[in-house]
């Protein structure tokens, strides 16, 4: 039997902080009750577009977040929630790099303003329309590529506001793997982490290889950190590629470890 997949609600976002305006694309589980009592958990996603809707999803393939979240909640894995995807702009790529970088080349970083673009553009407009819960173990972040970079510097930037946190093949190697670097320096990581990853990237066995030789580093600085099985989890997905399709398929066994009881 079918069931019900929920309701999205759109809000356009003026952010002074980038100088631009972008769609907020905000699911609401099947039994949202704005009107009464109940208080949301939030999951907060990079590359809004791809999310919800093929029609808007990059290669017109999404990750099915509403349908994958329906499901869990139906099955009770997890407790009903809300998830917030946060469009790209056509200054993506400056806003998810943080450093100057000449692979790729961006000289025109932006992805420093990310923290203040969430904590005070994003997350004010979402809490004053929606009934969520605020600490940090209510509270998640996630993206994908350079959307899990970006990602990743925030929850570096500001450790004590997301207590979930979601990074999907992270484009670690910007700016000559600086990120790994800043990350052995952390020690306030959230109380749970996925990290997924896929063997077959890029397609090309050499590039590959230093991808998930990156990958494995940042996973061991997580362990070195003591975060253990209860928080964190590890998906080295044999043979999948950097597209929204493997990010779809490894996208509930995340949303479950995140944010199951």
């Known amino acids: ?16 902080i980038f100088g631009n305006t972008r769609l907020l694309r905000v699911w609401l589980p099947p039994d949202y009750d704005g009107w009464g009592e ?56 400056n806003e998810y790099i943080p450093y100057p970088s000449k692979d790729p080349k961006v000289l025109d970083a932006k992805g420093k303003l990310y923290p203040d ?20 173990e209510h509270t998640g972040l996630g993206g994908s590529s350079l959307g899990g970079l970006i990602a990743l510097y925030t929850q570096l930037a500001v450790p004590m506001v997301f207590g979930r946190l979601l990074i999907e093949s992270p484009s670690l190697f910007v700016a000559k793997r600086r990120i790994l670097d800043e990350s052995r320096k952390s020690r306030g990581w959230p109380g749970r982490t996925y990290l997924g990853m896929g063997t077959q990237e890029v397609g090309d066995a050499k590039k590959d290889a230093k991808i998930v030789a990156d990958f494995r580093e940042l996973e061991s600085i997580l362990r070195t950190a003591d975060l253990d099985d209860q928080r964190l989890k590890v998906r080295l997905d044999e043979g999948a590629t950097h597209s929204e399709s493997a990010w779809a398929a490894r996208f509930p066994e995340a949303l479950e470890f995140l944010y199951s009881s």
């Open 1 to 16: 039997m079918p069931v019900p997949s929920g309701q999205i609600w759109l809000h356009e976002l003026r952010s002074r």
């Open 38 to 93: 109940t208080r949301y958990p939030v999951l907060y996603l990079n590359d809004g577009q791809n999310l919800f809707d093929p029609a808007t999803a990059f290669a017109g393939v999404h990750w099915q977040v509403g349908e994958h979240a329906t499901r869990l909640i139906a099955e009770q894995k997890l407790r009903p929630l809300i998830i917030v995807g946060i469009d790209n702009t056509k200054t993506r790529v």
């Open 117 to 136: 673009f969430l904590g005070r553009e994003v997350m004010p407009l979402i809490e004053d329309r929606y009934p969520v819960l605020q600490a940090p």
